[in-house]
């Protein structure tokens, strides 16, 4: 378990930058928890960890379900302990910008889960995938991506983060490893390979152990967003990822009741290549606003120099927090993590075989299905499967789509995935409405493309709504 607690806050001084800064050492510092003399069981297993990491009944009255701080800053006691905490040479919180015990405790939970060395929560995947994103390439560089990337990602990578000088190289196929290295190699400018670990809708599925080989040896971290499987499917970091970024809006939280990120971190990667200045820079709010020598992030925190550089300069600085009581919402999901992904994917491949048979289906996007493994990988890396997004083309088009989805009850139609609910989406009308229509033809969606996202119904209930929606829009 992991046994240091992420501190830190803002002071929130009046009179500008130098007087409000010397707490931002708390952060960086981390250190053991304190705990009272009780039972503490180590924790191993996956589907203990979900119930049980990161929180400490014993310092919190003694309550065994997580509980909810809303409080905006923390009590100081007396101008010592403020000092000391500040400094971080004392536990204790400042501010709930930089760090807030409820969400301590899901960043504490979803590192354990994901096998990860540190986490960093934030308001939405998005804030999670644009703080990973510029902390690595900020002041100008480039990043290479597959096209087949998450909608807002795609938009992100294509529209917005050039007018930050962070320009993105787009790839048909992230597992041509010979064409990707043609890109990165002698590129001092490249900055870091991005992918998706199971892409959405079509499930593709990156070689993250061969990608990042491949991107270390040019001394370039692989971030991965590991969204779709979960940390109960598939490690990103065991796999030899440096970064991974989750929404926990999906699966991770599991109930779309809480829109919430998370960016967790492994504790191998060297940050302090002249590749990344902005990580070996001496730090006034790590040294001299503490009242010691200057220091970088290197410095402070050597492999989770990023991690803790994230937290203090994208999220304390600009701020997309998330909610304490979000917060909540995603640990009670957690709780049920294992249970809600093996069923849904369980069930998932069922509603794919039964879509596999269908004479009206053109095709079935699922690489959980066994004629879609993709030279073995998913055999090799998701044994308990790829999880509970797939899509299928209907014969037709866009009157045959719009039908079907007018048709079936029980599906839900809305633009989410990793519900408890079976949801059903038209990706070319609302999530990849972002993609040009090259880069629509390059990920394999098109107007008959039908997305599912299959929740905890009974998988026969599903294929019963599927079955008379087929019916209706091809009688017989
Ligand atoms: C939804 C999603 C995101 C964005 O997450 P939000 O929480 O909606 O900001 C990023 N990546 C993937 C794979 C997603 O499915």
């Known amino acids: 378990m992991l046994d240091c607690v992420a501190r830190g806050g803002n002071g929130e001084y009046p009179q500008g930058f130098a007087s409000s800064i010397p707490h931002i050492h708390a952060a960086v510092a981390q250190t053991p928890t304190a705990q009272k003399d009780r039972k503490i069981m180590p924790i191993e297993q996956f589907d203990t960890s979900q119930v049980h990491a990161g929180f400490d009944p014993a310092a919190n009255a003694d309550s065994v379900a997580p509980v909810i701080y809303p409080n905006a800053a923390f009590w100081l006691e007396n101008s010592q302990r403020g000092h000391n905490v500040a400094n971080g040479d004392e536990p204790g919180y400042l501010y709930s910008r ?55 990602t795609f938009d992100s990578l294509r529209t917005l983060l050039p007018k930050f000088g962070v320009t993105t ?72 990822a440096d970064i991974v970024v989750y929404s926990a809006t999906k699966a991770l939280g599991g109930h779309g009741n809480a829109i919430g990120g998370l960016v967790t971190s492994g504790d191998r990667f060297d940050w302090s290549t002249q590749r990344y200045p902005q990580f070996s820079e001496p730090e006034w709010v790590l040294g001299e606003a503490a009242g010691r020598a200057p ?29 304490p009581f979000e917060a909540y919402l995603q640990l009670l999901g957690l709780e049920t993590l294992q249970e809600r992904v093996s069923k849904e994917t369980a069930s998932a491949l069922e509603v794919a075989k039964f879509l596999d048979a269908q004479p009206h289906v053109t095709a079935v996007h699922y690489a959980g299905l066994p004629g879609s493994e993709q030279r073995g990988l998913v055999p090799r890396d998701y044994p308990r499967g790829v999880g509970s997004v797939l899509s299928f083309e209907l014969e037709g088009g866009a009157e045959q789509t719009a039908a079907f989805i007018n048709h079936v009850r029980l599906f839900r139609y809305l633009a989410n995935i990793g519900d408890v609910r079976s949801l059903i989406v038209d990706p070319a009308n609302t999530t990849h409405r972002e993609f040009t229509q090259e880069a629509r033809a390059i990920v394999g969606v098109n107007a008959s493309t039908i997305r599912l996202s299959i929740g905890l119904e009974s998988p026969k209930d599903l294929i019963a709504d599927l079955s008379q929606a087929f019916e209706a829009v091809y009688p017989r």
């Open 295 to 323: 220091r970088s992030f290197v410095e402070a925190a050597g492999p989770l120099a990023f991690i803790r550089r994230l937290r203090l300069k994208y999220l304390r600085l600009t701020g997309a927090v998330l909610g």
């Open 98 to 152: 930089v760090a807030n015990p409820t969400l301590t405790v899901l960043e504490q939970r979803v590192a354990q889960l994901d096998g990860a060395a540190e986490a960093v929560a934030v308001a939405s995947g998005m804030a999670a995938i644009t703080y990973a994103l510029l902390n690595a390439a900020e002041g100008g560089g480039r990043i290479i991506a597959p096209y087949d990337v998450y909608g807002g």
């Open 169 to 240: 190289t787009f790839v048909e196929d992230i597992n041509d490893l010979t064409h990707v290295e043609s890109l990165i190699r002698d590129d001092d400018s490249v900055k870091a390979v991005f992918a998706e670990s199971v892409s959405n809708p079509t499930t593709h599925v990156t070689d993250v152990d061969a990608l990042a080989e491949l991107s270390h040896r040019h001394g370039i971290p692989l971030i991965i967003d590991n969204t779709l499987p979960t940390p109960y499917l598939y490690h990103p970091i065991e796999h030899g």
